[in-house]
């Protein structure tokens, strides 16, 4: 049995709610219904990031305070947990979620997240999104809706993961990614990764599974984190001497600063994993820094500015123009020159940097608490072309560093294909030396046996970040 700690429970339904019978009546204003559907809509036609859509109609609408709260915490809970819900509606129609038409799909969706997830009486759960069917799609469609989510109450959300997840003692791997929301195959992804740690797959799912807090980072030599948290009412983050944690709620991007450029929205893993970087010993010069896949830009902000206060100079990578143009943003008057160019062929001089950041693309597996619809978008095809570019870039890299210099290879995933794979590989290869990178974690637990480093956010409170130091045989 899975505890679900940080979700409050709610108390079973006595009775399932009555159909209703009588004259069609309007929807009731459900503006933040309303816009968690038309967010889910967006999603499932065109791919939309629901962290871009959502905000932009709150705004349009002027959705505000209780109501933009409810919108955001349907919308992302309802796209995290889709798996589960469509199990669970499968379960409880007369008809496969294929044959349902989308926008009913959307409703029911939203429906069964109130139910099995949060405090809304199943009442108003039911009662809101059979109006909001009704109004897509008119009374037919709105008798389904009303049945189906009427069998969605007979159990909770426990009572339902027993019923439709793979069995516990034959599949545990199957069992707690139903129960935890998760593609198997990312729960398997995760199960590898973890290694001798397996048997923490369990809270590594759950809290996976849970809204992260938000970071900043303070921008180094122009505020301390002390400073940054009295200013913004967040507490210094545990590990990153830069890191502050912000309490719950509001736009970040709304802090004076943010705004003032004192500090970034940045997870404490990423800064983590930049700083490693600058912490390696080096002989010799250390004068030129590079991030080869810098947009947009949260790393080399970091870099360029630790760069600029120990006198080296910071040039940036990015193969999009207009990701490249937001690194040039984010370093507003930090000398960082961006180039726009692959960084599997720059045109920079090969051996001339002492320090490289590989901050390569990847699946994001690691990010997903933070993109609620990631999880069921990405496929167990994309790993293998992103590790074939993973391991050019990172060859690309130790050309691109000086006998001696340093790279750190990042990537936001556990992966193994794209973390330990991609590294053993490329070391191999190139002969390049693999760095014990948990040195440059200070008081940072659970690190493992390395020589790599593995972030998770059951253990380290950060997204599930992967760093390892190589360094180029001098
Ligand atoms: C994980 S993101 C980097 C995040 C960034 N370092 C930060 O902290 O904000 C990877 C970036 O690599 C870029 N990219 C993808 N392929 C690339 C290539 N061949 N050369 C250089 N950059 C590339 C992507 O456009 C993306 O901006």
């Not at 129609?93 to 109130?114: F, I, K």
């Not at 719950?248 to 450029?261: F, I, K, Q, T, W």
């Not at 990701?323 to 920079?348: N, Y």
């Amino acid at each position: 049995m899975t505890q679900r700690s940080s979700r409050p429970s709610r108390p079973r339904r006595p009775h399932p709610p009555r159909r209703r019978t009588g004259p069609v009546r309007p929807p009731q204003d459900d503006p933040a219904r309303q816009a968690a559907l038309d967010t889910l809509r967006a999603v499932r036609q065109r791919d939309a990031y629901a962290n871009l859509v959502l905000p932009g109609l709150l705004r349009e609408r002027r959705i505000t305070s209780r109501d933009a709260a409810l919108a955001t915490e349907l919308t992302y809970g309802t796209l995290r947990a889709q798996g589960l819900l469509d199990a669970v509606l499968t379960a409880c129609s007369d008809r496969p979620l294929s044959e349902v038409d989308g926008a009913v799909l959307d409703a029911l969706r939203l429906g069964a997240y109130q139910l099995l997830r949060t405090r809304v009486p199943a009442h108003a759960a039911v009662a809101s999104t059979v109006d909001l069917v009704r109004a897509e799609r008119g009374s037919g469609a709105a008798g389904f809706a009303n049945a189906v989510l009427r069998r969605v109450t007979e159990q909770d959300e426990q009572g339902w993961v027993e019923e439709v997840a793979p069995d516990e003692d034959t599949d545990p791997v199957g069992y707690l990614a139903m129960a935890n929301a998760h593609p198997r195959w990312i729960a398997q992804a995760f199960a590898e990764a973890l290694g001798s740690r397996g048997e923490s797959l369990r809270d590594a799912l759950a809290a996976d599974d849970t809204r992260p807090s938000v970071h900043l980072a303070a921008r180094p030599g122009e505020v301390t984190s002390d400073e940054l948290a009295a200013m913004t009412g967040g507490e210094p983050a545990p590990y990153s001497p830069y890191g502050v944690r912000l309490e719950e709620g509001g736009d970040p991007g709304d802090l004076e600063a943010v705004r003032e450029r004192l500090a970034a929205v940045q997870d404490e893993g990423s800064q983590l994993c930049a700083l490693a970087l600058t912490r390696v010993p080096l002989e010799g010069p250390d004068a030129r820094w590079l991030d080869l896949c810098a947009g947009p830009g949260g790393k080399a902000v970091l870099l360029g500015a630790l760069a600029a206060l120990s006198g080296a100079d910071m040039e940036a990578v990015e193969k999009a123009p207009h990701r490249a143009e937001l690194v040039r943003k984010a370093a507003g008057d930090l000398p960082i020159t961006v180039h726009v160019a692959d960084g599997r062929d720059s045109g920079l001089p090969a051996g001339s940097f002492d320090r490289v950041l590989v901050d390569a693309p990847c699946t994001g597996l690691g990010a997903l608490r933070r993109r609620p619809e990631a999880r069921w978008r990405r496929q167990p095809s994309d790993v293998a072309p992103l590790a074939r570019l993973q391991r050019e870039l990172l060859t690309a890299a130790l050309e691109l560093v000086r006998p001696g210099g340093v790279v750190a290879y990042v990537v936001c995933t556990p992966h193994l294909s794209e973390t330990v794979g991609v590294v053993a590989d490329v070391a191999r290869r190139t002969g390049a030396e693999r760095v014990d990178t948990r040195e440059f974690f200070p008081g940072v637990p659970e690190l493992g046996d390395g020589p790599q480093v593995q972030l998770w956010p059951h253990l380290h409170g950060t997204d599930a970040m992967f760093c390892a130091v190589l360094r180029r045989p001098a």
